[in-house]
Structures are given as structure tokens and as C-alpha cells.
């Protein structure tokens, strides 16, 4: 048997490829078979996964299988906390006055099987049960009350809503209320009240002012006249003291012989000098008869130390 071998150099290539052919679509198939197997979670994530369109298991954030062609991840579910802004919305207050308010929600998945299976839109279910829970809660208060008590308004909120996302997966962490804002003719008047508030304490606050200004100028008007009262005491005292140390030290003096000729001689002198002070002063000078006898003068003022001494003893 003889074979030809006179082949062109084409055909020996294809007749080689069709020998290496078979092997890389094998490689390529096993290939794209453990791509479709590997799974690589992100941290803080879960892929939900299912067979035949059915729930089988969830995977966390690491290294995950799944069998090709038969099981799929049908949903990626974060366990961040997530931040949802909530729309302006209207609101009738308990004395009927109209409100736009908006407001943040901060929720986070807790069990992602609820999240994807227990509602079709968990974002979207959290924030209409917000906005509902919100106008029920203003519908409670009234105007005064909205502004006072929003921290009450925001836990009010969050117990309603964890109430209900319990099923869907979702707990929602807390909630914000951003803006409250009343219609333009109801800021109008609480700025007016404002006004007439602050003017109002201001006065009570400048009466107070004057008042306490009042009660010091009369308490040291107060304590002036104290003080100068007890200063007049203090100088009639060491007066009279002073007076009554004089007293007795003339009477001490005049007690013994030389004291009595020392004041004699005093006296005499005194009396001398008056009269002279008198002649300066005035032409016509009265005098007692006896005034131009020194004797008579001197047994005038001994009299006059006896009354004193006799007054001194007693």
C-alpha cells in the first residue's frame, strides 16, 4: 500500500489543527466553567444565591462556590449603612396649620433573605412608611410643639417604622428631620411674637437694672449715714472723755495748797484778760462795784473752784 505524501503545506497545518482543536475548546470550557463557579464577596456584602429560581443560601464577604449553569446570585445585598433622603412633604399640625417638612433616614440591612424576598423595594418601602409616619406625628402636635420637641418627633418615627421593617430585613437606625417650615403668613407672626418677646425682656431686664441701681444708691446713702451717725457718737464720746479727764485734773490740781494759789493766780489772770478783750471791743465796759479789786475777783473764782470741788467729791 503506498500513500501520497506530496501535500502542500496548508494541509498538513489544518490536518495538525484538527488534532489540537479538540483540547483548547476542553481548556476554554473548564475555564469558563470555574469562572462561573468562583465567587469573590466583597466585605460587608451578601449574594444571595438560588437554584432553579429557589433560595438556597446566602455567602459573606471571603471566597464562594456556586455550580455552574444550575445556581445563580440572584441578589447583592450591602450591610453599610445607608442613608435615604426623604422628600418635602405636607403636613396638617394638631391646629391646623400646614407644614413642609423633609428629613434623613439612616437604615441597615440585618437579614438579607427578608431584604430580597420580604418586599420588592426596601429603599423604597422605608421611605413612604417615613413620610406617612412623620405627618401622623405632627398630627399630634401643634405649631409650638413641632419646634420644641423634634427630638420626640425623630424617635416617635424610628420605633413606628422598625415596627414594621422587622419583616422586610431592615432596621433603621435613625431618623432626622431636616426642615420644618410653616407657611409665610404664620413666620411672619412668630417673628412679630418673637419681637415683642425680646423687647419685652429687655425692658423687664432695664427695669431690674434700674431697680438693683436704686437699692444700691439708698443702701449707701444707707451706710453714709451710718457711718457718719457712729463718727458724731465716736467725737461726742472722746469729747466728753476729753472733758471729763480735764475736769479731773483740775480738780486733782486745785486739791492741795499750791494747786489752789496756782489757780488762784490763773483765775485772776483770766479775768484780767477779759475785761482788757472787752475795753479792745467796746467803748462802755459794766463792771460789778467791787470789779477793780483783785481780791474780790480771786474770792469770785475760788468760789467757783470750791462749787467745783465739792461737785467733784460727790
Given at each position: 500500500?503506498?500513500?501520497?505524501?506530496?501535500l502542500?503545506?496548508?494541509?498538513?497545518?489544518?490536518?495538525?489543527?484538527?488534532?489540537v482543536?479538540?483540547?483548547?475548546?476542553l481548556v476554554?470550557?473548564?475555564a469558563?466553567?470555574?469562572s462561573k463557579a468562583i465567587?469573590?464577596?466583597?466585605q460587608q456584602?451578601?449574594y444571595?444565591v438560588?437554584?432553579?429560581g429557589?433560595?438556597?443560601?446566602?455567602m459573606?464577604?471571603?471566597?464562594?462556590?456556586?455550580?455552574p449553569?444550575?445556581e445563580?446570585?440572584?441578589?447583592?445585598?450591602?450591610?453599610?449603612?445607608?442613608?435615604i433622603?426623604?422628600p418635602?412633604q405636607?403636613?396638617i399640625?394638631?391646629?391646623?396649620?400646614?407644614?413642609q417638612v423633609d428629613?434623613?433616614?439612616?437604615?441597615?440591612?440585618?437579614?438579607?433573605?427578608k431584604?430580597?424576598?420580604?418586599?420588592e423595594?426596601?429603599?423604597?418601602t422605608?421611605e413612604q412608611?417615613?413620610?406617612?409616619t412623620?405627618?401622623?406625628e405632627?398630627?399630634?402636635?401643634?405649631?409650638?410643639?413641632?419646634?420644641?420637641?423634634?427630638e420626640?418627633i425623630?424617635t416617635?418615627?424610628?420605633?413606628a417604622?422598625?415596627?414594621a421593617?422587622?419583616?422586610?430585613?431592615v432596621?433603621v437606625?435613625?431618623y432626622e428631620a431636616?426642615d420644618?417650615?410653616?407657611?409665610?403668613?404664620?413666620?411672619?407672626?412668630m417673628e412679630?411674637?418673637m419681637?415683642?418677646?425680646?423687647?419685652?425682656?429687655?425692658?423687664?431686664?432695664e427695669?431690674?437694672a434700674e431697680?438693683?441701681s436704686?437699692?444700691?444708691?439708698?443702701q449707701?446713702d444707707?451706710e453714709s449715714?451710718?457711718?457718719?451717725?457712729?463718727?458724731?457718737?465716736e467725737?461726742?464720746t472722746i469729747?466728753?472723755d476729753?472733758?471729763?479727764?480735764?475736769?479731773?485734773?483740775?480738780?486733782?490740781?486745785?486739791?492741795?495748797?499750791?494747786?489752789?494759789?496756782?489757780a488762784?493766780i490763773?483765775?485772776?489772770?483770766e479775768a484780767?484778760r477779759?475785761?482788757?478783750?472787752?475795753?479792745?471791743e467796746t467803748n462802755?465796759?459794766?463792771l460789778?462795784?467791787?470789779?477793780g479789786?483783785p481780791?474780790?475777783?480771786?474770792a469770785?473764782?475760788?468760789?467757783?473752784?470750791?462749787?467745783?470741788k465739792?461737785t467733784?467729791?460727790?
Amino acid at each position: 500500500m503506498e500513500f501520497n505524501l506530496n501535500l502542500n503545506r496548508s494541509e498538513i497545518m489544518d490536518f495538525l489543527l484538527s488534532f489540537v482543536s479538540v483540547p483548547l475548546f476542553l481548556v476554554g470550557l473548564v475555564a469558563i466553567i470555574i469562572s462561573k463557579a468562583i465567587k469573590f464577596v466583597p466585605q460587608q456584602h451578601i449574594y444571595v444565591v438560588e437554584r432553579f429560581g429557589q433560595y438556597v443560601r446566602s455567602m459573606e464577604g471571603g471566597l464562594g462556590f456556586v455550580v455552574p449553569f444550575i445556581e445563580r446570585v440572584a441578589y447583592d445585598r450591602t450591610l453599610k449603612e445607608e442613608a435615604i433622603e426623604i422628600p418635602g412633604q405636607a403636613a396638617i399640625t394638631k391646629d391646623n396649620i400646614e407644614l413642609q417638612v423633609d428629613g434623613v433616614l439612616y437604615i441597615k440591612v440585618i437579614d438579607a433573605k427578608k431584604a430580597c424576598y420580604g418586599v420588592e423595594n426596601y429603599r423604597y418601602t422605608v421611605e413612604q412608611l417615613a413620610q406617612t409616619t412623620m405627618r401622623a406625628e405632627l398630627g399630634k402636635m401643634k405649631l409650638d410643639q413641632t419646634f420644641r420637641e423634634r427630638e420626640t418627633i425623630n424617635t416617635n418615627v424610628v420605633s413606628a417604622i422598625n415596627e414594621a421593617s422587622e419583616a422586610w430585613g431592615v432596621q433603621v437606625l435613625r431618623y432626622e428631620a431636616k426642615d420644618i417650615n410653616p407657611p409665610a403668613s404664620v413666620k411672619d407672626a412668630m417673628e412679630k411674637e418673637m419681637t415683642a418677646e425680646r423687647e419685652k425682656r429687655a425692658t423687664i431686664l432695664e427695669s431690674e437694672a434700674e431697680k438693683e441701681s436704686a437699692i444700691n444708691v439708698a443702701q449707701g446713702d444707707k451706710e453714709s449715714k451710718i457711718l457718719k451717725a457712729q463718727g458724731e457718737a465716736e467725737k461726742i464720746t472722746i469729747e466728753a472723755d476729753a472733758k471729763a479727764k480735764a475736769i479731773k485734773t483740775v480738780g486733782d490740781a486745785v486739791s492741795s495748797p499750791e494747786g489752789m494759789q496756782a489757780a488762784r493766780i490763773e483765775l485772776a489772770n483770766e479775768a484780767i484778760r477779759v475785761r482788757q478783750n472787752l475795753a479792745k471791743e467796746t467803748n462802755t465796759v459794766i463792771l460789778p462795784d467791787s470789779a477793780g479789786d483783785p481780791n474780790s475777783i480771786v474770792a469770785s473764782a475760788m468760789s467757783v473752784i470750791e462749787a467745783v470741788k465739792s461737785t467733784q467729791g460727790s
